[in-house]
Protein backbone atom coordinates (compact mmCIF):
# COMPACT_ATOMS: atom_id res chain seq x y z
CA UNK A 1 0.00 0.00 0.00
CA UNK A 2 1.11 3.49 -0.92
CA UNK A 3 2.68 5.49 1.80
CA UNK A 4 1.18 8.87 -0.31
CA UNK A 5 -2.54 8.17 0.54
CA UNK A 6 -3.93 4.86 1.25
CA UNK A 7 -7.41 5.26 -0.43
CA UNK A 8 -11.22 5.04 1.55
CA UNK A 9 -13.79 2.50 0.87
CA UNK A 10 -12.71 1.80 -2.66
CA UNK A 11 -14.61 -0.83 -3.41
CA UNK A 12 -17.81 0.87 -2.36
CA UNK A 13 -16.80 3.59 -4.42
CA UNK A 14 -16.34 1.63 -7.48
CA UNK A 15 -19.26 -0.56 -6.83
CA UNK A 16 -21.54 3.15 -6.97
CA UNK A 17 -20.09 4.76 -9.82
CA UNK A 18 -21.19 1.85 -11.88
CA UNK A 19 -18.79 2.20 -14.31
CA UNK A 20 -20.05 1.59 -17.97
CA UNK A 21 -17.07 0.47 -20.59
CA UNK A 22 -16.16 3.28 -22.72
CA UNK A 23 -17.77 6.11 -20.24
CA UNK A 24 -16.05 9.00 -19.63
CA UNK A 25 -15.65 9.77 -15.90
CA UNK A 26 -13.76 12.73 -13.57
CA UNK A 27 -12.18 11.57 -10.57
CA UNK A 28 -11.87 15.31 -8.82
CA UNK A 29 -9.61 14.73 -6.35
CA UNK A 30 -7.32 12.45 -7.47
CA UNK A 31 -4.67 12.53 -4.72
CA UNK A 32 -2.41 9.41 -4.83
CA UNK A 33 -4.33 8.09 -7.38
CA UNK A 34 -5.53 4.98 -5.21
CA UNK A 35 -9.10 5.37 -6.61
CA UNK A 36 -8.45 6.73 -9.80
CA UNK A 37 -6.17 3.16 -10.34
CA UNK A 38 -9.33 1.11 -9.30
CA UNK A 39 -11.49 2.96 -11.77
CA UNK A 40 -9.37 1.91 -14.51
CA UNK A 41 -8.76 -1.40 -13.23
CA UNK A 42 -12.53 -2.17 -12.68
CA UNK A 43 -12.80 -1.11 -16.21
CA UNK A 44 -10.12 -0.40 -18.33
CA UNK A 45 -11.92 0.99 -21.00
CA UNK A 46 -13.26 4.08 -19.67
CA UNK A 47 -12.03 7.49 -20.15
CA UNK A 48 -10.86 9.35 -16.77
CA UNK A 49 -9.81 13.22 -15.81
CA UNK A 50 -7.83 13.49 -12.68
CA UNK A 51 -8.30 16.31 -11.17
CA UNK A 52 -6.30 17.84 -8.02
CA UNK A 53 -5.01 21.28 -6.92
CA UNK A 54 -2.12 19.87 -5.66
CA UNK A 55 1.07 19.74 -7.74
CA UNK A 56 2.69 16.81 -5.69
CA UNK A 57 -0.78 14.39 -5.96
CA UNK A 58 -0.64 14.97 -9.77
CA UNK A 59 3.25 13.63 -9.66
CA UNK A 60 2.49 11.07 -7.33
CA UNK A 61 -1.21 9.88 -9.62
CA UNK A 62 0.93 10.17 -12.28
CA UNK A 63 3.78 7.70 -10.66
CA UNK A 64 1.46 5.40 -10.35
CA UNK A 65 -0.92 5.01 -13.11
CA UNK A 66 0.73 6.35 -16.50
CA UNK A 67 2.47 3.47 -17.15
CA UNK A 68 -1.03 1.30 -18.15
CA UNK A 69 -2.42 1.33 -21.49
CA UNK A 70 -5.51 3.83 -19.84
CA UNK A 71 -6.97 6.63 -21.51
CA UNK A 72 -6.24 9.20 -18.62
CA UNK A 73 -5.68 12.48 -18.09
CA UNK A 74 -4.34 14.57 -15.39
CA UNK A 75 -5.35 18.06 -14.95
CA UNK A 76 -3.70 20.08 -12.28
CA UNK A 77 -6.76 22.41 -11.37
CA UNK A 78 -9.49 23.06 -8.22
CA UNK A 79 -12.53 21.11 -9.18
CA UNK A 80 -14.46 24.49 -9.08
CA UNK A 81 -12.85 24.35 -12.87
CA UNK A 82 -14.68 21.33 -13.63
CA UNK A 83 -16.61 22.85 -16.28
CA UNK A 84 -14.27 25.13 -17.56
CA UNK A 85 -12.07 22.47 -18.22
CA UNK A 86 -13.83 19.59 -19.25
CA UNK A 87 -15.27 22.44 -22.12
CA UNK A 88 -11.26 23.35 -23.00
CA UNK A 89 -11.52 19.95 -23.95
CA UNK A 90 -15.13 19.49 -25.73
CA UNK A 91 -16.64 17.24 -23.14
CA UNK A 92 -20.43 18.21 -22.67
CA UNK A 93 -21.50 15.12 -20.75
CA UNK A 94 -19.76 12.78 -18.30
CA UNK A 95 -20.88 9.27 -16.99
CA UNK A 96 -19.59 9.54 -13.64
CA UNK A 97 -17.79 11.60 -10.95
CA UNK A 98 -16.14 10.93 -7.40
CA UNK A 99 -14.76 13.06 -4.48
CA UNK A 100 -12.62 12.20 -2.15
CA UNK A 101 -13.00 14.84 -0.09
CA UNK A 102 -10.14 17.29 2.48
CA UNK A 103 -6.54 16.49 2.82
CA UNK A 104 -4.53 13.50 1.84
CA UNK A 105 -2.22 12.14 4.10
CA UNK A 106 0.82 13.35 2.15
CA UNK A 107 -0.13 16.65 2.68
CA UNK A 108 -0.56 15.76 6.40
CA UNK A 109 2.87 14.23 6.72
CA UNK A 110 4.71 16.29 4.96
CA UNK A 111 5.85 18.95 8.09
CA UNK A 112 6.59 21.86 5.67
CA UNK A 113 3.11 22.24 4.45
CA UNK A 114 2.30 23.23 7.99
CA UNK A 115 -1.33 21.42 7.96
CA UNK A 116 -0.97 19.64 11.37
CA UNK A 117 -0.57 21.15 14.74
CA UNK A 118 1.44 18.71 15.89
CA UNK A 119 4.54 19.25 13.49
CA UNK A 120 6.15 22.43 14.08
CA UNK A 121 6.06 24.17 10.22
CA UNK A 122 5.78 27.66 8.46
CA UNK A 123 1.58 28.71 8.71
CA UNK A 124 1.07 27.59 5.24
CA UNK A 125 -2.21 24.93 4.66
CA UNK A 126 -2.19 25.88 0.99
CA UNK A 127 -3.48 22.48 -0.74
CA UNK A 128 -2.55 24.59 -4.17
CA UNK A 129 0.83 25.89 -3.14
CA UNK A 130 1.10 28.49 -5.76
CA UNK A 131 -2.14 30.09 -4.45
CA UNK A 132 -1.05 33.38 -2.50
CA UNK A 133 -3.23 33.51 0.51
CA UNK A 134 -1.71 31.15 3.11
CA UNK A 135 -3.02 30.42 6.47
CA UNK A 136 0.26 33.14 7.71
CA UNK A 137 -2.29 35.58 5.96
CA UNK A 138 -4.91 34.79 7.83
CA UNK A 139 -3.84 34.48 11.58
CA UNK A 140 -1.38 37.48 10.87
CA UNK A 141 -3.93 40.01 8.70
CA UNK A 142 -7.48 39.29 9.96
CA UNK A 143 -9.23 40.65 12.78
CA UNK A 144 -10.84 38.89 15.80
CA UNK A 145 -14.25 39.18 14.82
CA UNK A 146 -13.38 37.65 11.27
CA UNK A 147 -11.59 35.19 12.61
CA UNK A 148 -13.89 33.89 15.09
CA UNK A 149 -16.49 33.81 12.73
CA UNK A 150 -14.15 31.42 10.62
CA UNK A 151 -13.28 28.93 13.58
CA UNK A 152 -16.98 28.76 14.56
CA UNK A 153 -18.09 28.66 10.88
CA UNK A 154 -15.40 25.96 9.87
CA UNK A 155 -14.59 24.86 12.97
CA UNK A 156 -17.50 24.60 15.10
CA UNK A 157 -15.35 25.74 17.95
CA UNK A 158 -17.14 26.82 21.28
CA UNK A 159 -14.08 28.91 22.06
CA UNK A 160 -13.82 30.57 18.75
CA UNK A 161 -14.20 34.46 19.92
CA UNK A 162 -11.82 33.73 22.80
CA UNK A 163 -8.93 31.91 20.61
CA UNK A 164 -9.04 34.71 18.20
CA UNK A 165 -8.92 37.56 20.78
CA UNK A 166 -6.03 35.87 22.08
CA UNK A 167 -4.23 35.20 18.67
CA UNK A 168 -5.14 39.43 17.68
CA UNK A 169 -3.41 39.69 21.40
CA UNK A 170 -0.46 37.91 20.53
CA UNK A 171 2.63 39.63 19.00
CA UNK A 172 2.74 39.43 15.63
CA UNK A 173 3.86 38.09 13.13
CA UNK A 174 2.66 34.55 14.11
CA UNK A 175 4.65 32.47 12.07
CA UNK A 176 4.47 28.57 12.68
CA UNK A 177 1.56 26.04 13.61
CA UNK A 178 3.76 25.63 16.80
CA UNK A 179 3.29 29.31 18.08
CA UNK A 180 -0.40 28.88 16.60
CA UNK A 181 -0.71 25.94 19.20
CA UNK A 182 0.39 27.64 21.88
CA UNK A 183 -2.04 30.39 21.44
CA UNK A 184 -5.02 28.31 21.28
CA UNK A 185 -3.55 26.10 24.54
CA UNK A 186 -3.14 29.51 26.05
CA UNK A 187 -7.02 29.87 26.17
CA UNK A 188 -7.90 26.58 26.36
CA UNK A 189 -5.40 24.16 28.36
CA UNK A 190 -3.21 21.63 27.47
CA UNK A 191 -2.82 18.30 27.65
CA UNK A 192 -6.53 17.06 27.67
CA UNK A 193 -9.00 15.60 25.12
CA UNK A 194 -10.86 18.64 25.01
CA UNK A 195 -7.90 21.21 23.99
CA UNK A 196 -6.62 18.64 21.59
CA UNK A 197 -10.01 18.99 19.48
CA UNK A 198 -10.23 22.25 20.04
CA UNK A 199 -7.12 22.46 18.71
CA UNK A 200 -8.11 20.00 15.89
CA UNK A 201 -11.01 22.18 15.04
CA UNK A 202 -9.20 25.71 15.24
CA UNK A 203 -6.34 23.97 12.27
CA UNK A 204 -9.57 22.72 10.23
CA UNK A 205 -11.14 25.51 10.10
CA UNK A 206 -8.18 27.62 8.85
CA UNK A 207 -7.59 25.33 6.26
CA UNK A 208 -11.19 25.91 4.61
CA UNK A 209 -10.94 29.22 4.93
CA UNK A 210 -7.61 29.16 3.26
CA UNK A 211 -8.24 26.85 0.47
CA UNK A 212 -12.20 27.83 0.54
CA UNK A 213 -13.25 24.52 0.49
CA UNK A 214 -17.09 24.83 0.96
CA UNK A 215 -17.68 27.03 -1.73
CA UNK A 216 -15.51 25.48 -4.24
CA UNK A 217 -17.57 21.74 -2.95
CA UNK A 218 -21.13 23.43 -3.25
CA UNK A 219 -20.25 25.03 -6.94
CA UNK A 220 -18.75 21.70 -7.99
CA UNK A 221 -21.47 19.51 -6.65
CA UNK A 222 -23.89 21.64 -8.55
CA UNK A 223 -21.72 21.84 -11.96
CA UNK A 224 -21.41 18.13 -11.57
CA UNK A 225 -24.91 17.36 -11.24
CA UNK A 226 -25.68 19.45 -14.74
CA UNK A 227 -22.44 17.73 -16.72
CA UNK A 228 -23.92 14.40 -15.73
CA UNK A 229 -25.26 12.58 -18.74
CA UNK A 230 -28.90 10.33 -17.73
CA UNK A 231 -28.02 7.52 -15.34
CA UNK A 232 -24.86 8.92 -14.52
CA UNK A 233 -23.47 8.88 -10.83
CA UNK A 234 -22.07 11.06 -8.42
CA UNK A 235 -20.12 10.10 -5.70
CA UNK A 236 -19.27 11.49 -2.73
CA UNK A 237 -16.75 10.10 -0.03
CA UNK A 238 -16.83 13.26 3.31
CA UNK A 239 -14.54 13.48 6.74
CA UNK A 240 -16.76 16.05 8.21
CA UNK A 241 -20.28 17.14 9.70
CA UNK A 242 -19.96 20.52 7.22
CA UNK A 243 -18.72 18.54 3.90
CA UNK A 244 -21.20 15.83 4.49
CA UNK A 245 -24.27 18.34 5.15
CA UNK A 246 -23.62 20.57 2.10
CA UNK A 247 -23.85 16.71 -0.76
CA UNK A 248 -26.90 15.73 1.75
CA UNK A 249 -28.62 18.86 1.38
CA UNK A 250 -27.46 19.48 -2.08
CA UNK A 251 -29.13 15.56 -3.62
CA UNK A 252 -31.69 16.41 -1.58
CA UNK A 253 -32.30 19.86 -3.54
CA UNK A 254 -31.52 18.43 -6.76
CA UNK A 255 -33.80 15.11 -5.73
CA UNK A 256 -37.07 17.74 -5.69
CA UNK A 257 -39.50 17.73 -8.40
CA UNK A 258 -40.76 20.84 -6.65
CA UNK A 259 -39.82 23.56 -4.36
CA UNK A 260 -42.83 25.75 -4.51
CA UNK A 261 -43.80 26.66 -0.53
CA UNK A 262 -46.21 24.34 1.03
CA UNK A 263 -49.13 26.87 0.29
CA UNK A 264 -49.11 27.24 -3.75
CA UNK A 265 -50.87 24.15 -5.23
CA UNK A 266 -50.14 24.12 -8.78
CA UNK A 267 -46.47 24.29 -9.11
CA UNK A 268 -44.94 27.82 -10.36
CA UNK A 269 -40.98 26.64 -9.41
CA UNK A 270 -38.71 26.34 -12.42
CA UNK A 271 -37.01 23.51 -10.41
CA UNK A 272 -36.36 19.84 -12.48
CA UNK A 273 -35.76 16.73 -10.24
CA UNK A 274 -32.45 16.02 -11.75
CA UNK A 275 -31.06 13.26 -9.07
CA UNK A 276 -32.19 9.89 -7.78
CA UNK A 277 -30.30 9.45 -4.10
CA UNK A 278 -28.88 6.57 -3.79
CA UNK A 279 -27.56 6.25 -0.01
CA UNK A 280 -30.53 7.14 1.92
CA UNK A 281 -28.17 7.50 4.98
CA UNK A 282 -24.55 7.52 4.27
CA UNK A 283 -22.59 4.29 3.88
CA UNK A 284 -19.81 3.89 6.58
CA UNK A 285 -16.16 1.83 6.03
CA UNK A 286 -16.30 -1.48 7.32
CA UNK A 287 -14.57 -2.64 10.90
CA UNK A 288 -12.24 -4.87 8.30
CA UNK A 289 -11.32 -1.24 6.76
CA UNK A 290 -11.32 0.15 9.91
CA UNK A 291 -8.97 -1.90 11.73
CA UNK A 292 -6.12 -1.05 9.10
CA UNK A 293 -7.14 2.47 8.16
CA UNK A 294 -7.57 5.15 10.60
CA UNK A 295 -8.84 7.64 8.15
CA UNK A 296 -11.68 5.69 7.51
CA UNK A 297 -12.58 6.48 10.82
CA UNK A 298 -14.80 9.42 9.56
CA UNK A 299 -15.97 8.84 6.08
CA UNK A 300 -19.60 8.78 4.95
CA UNK A 301 -20.05 8.41 1.98
CA UNK A 302 -23.16 9.46 -0.52
CA UNK A 303 -24.10 9.00 -3.74
CA UNK A 304 -26.68 9.60 -6.11
CA UNK A 305 -27.94 9.27 -10.39
CA UNK A 306 -28.92 11.53 -12.89
CA UNK A 307 -32.36 10.94 -13.97
CA UNK A 308 -33.38 11.00 -17.35
CA UNK A 309 -36.61 13.58 -17.35
CA UNK A 310 -36.99 15.82 -20.01
CA UNK A 311 -39.60 18.02 -19.40
CA UNK A 312 -40.64 18.97 -15.78
CA UNK A 313 -43.56 16.50 -14.62
CA UNK A 314 -46.15 18.25 -13.02
CA UNK A 315 -47.95 17.38 -9.85
C1 LIG B 1 -8.40 12.56 0.43
S1 LIG B 1 -7.28 13.04 -0.79
C2 LIG B 1 -7.73 12.03 -2.16
C3 LIG B 1 -7.05 10.70 -2.15
C4 LIG B 1 -7.29 9.88 -3.39
N1 LIG B 1 -8.67 9.52 -3.56
C5 LIG B 1 -6.41 8.64 -3.41
O1 LIG B 1 -6.92 7.57 -3.71
O2 LIG B 1 -5.21 8.77 -3.15
C6 LIG B 1 -7.93 14.57 -1.29
C7 LIG B 1 -7.18 15.22 -2.44
O3 LIG B 1 -8.06 16.19 -3.00
C8 LIG B 1 -7.35 17.33 -3.32
N2 LIG B 1 -8.32 18.43 -3.27
C9 LIG B 1 -9.01 18.86 -2.21
N3 LIG B 1 -9.82 19.87 -2.56
C10 LIG B 1 -9.64 20.06 -3.89
C11 LIG B 1 -10.21 20.95 -4.84
N4 LIG B 1 -11.11 21.89 -4.49
N5 LIG B 1 -9.81 20.85 -6.12
C12 LIG B 1 -8.89 19.92 -6.49
N6 LIG B 1 -8.31 19.06 -5.64
C13 LIG B 1 -8.69 19.13 -4.35
C14 LIG B 1 -6.24 17.43 -2.31
O4 LIG B 1 -5.17 18.17 -2.82
C15 LIG B 1 -5.91 15.96 -2.07
O5 LIG B 1 -4.85 15.55 -2.89
Request: hydrophobic share 40%.
Amino acid sequence: MSNFHTPVMVKECIQLLALKAEGIYVDATTGGGGHSLAMLKAEPGIKLFCFDQDAAAIQEARSVIENGEWRIEFIQANFVRLRTELALRKIKGIDGILFDLGVSSHQLDCTERGFSFDKDAPLDMRMNSSQDYSAYNAVNELDARALGKIFRDFGEENHALRIAKAIEASSKPIKTTRELAKIIESVVGSGTKESLKSKVRIFQALRIHVNGELDCLRQAITDSTNLLNPAGRIVVLSYHSLEDRIIKQAFSLAAQECICPPAIINCVCSHRRQLKVLTKSPLLASEEELAVNVRARSAKLRAAEKLCLKNKERI
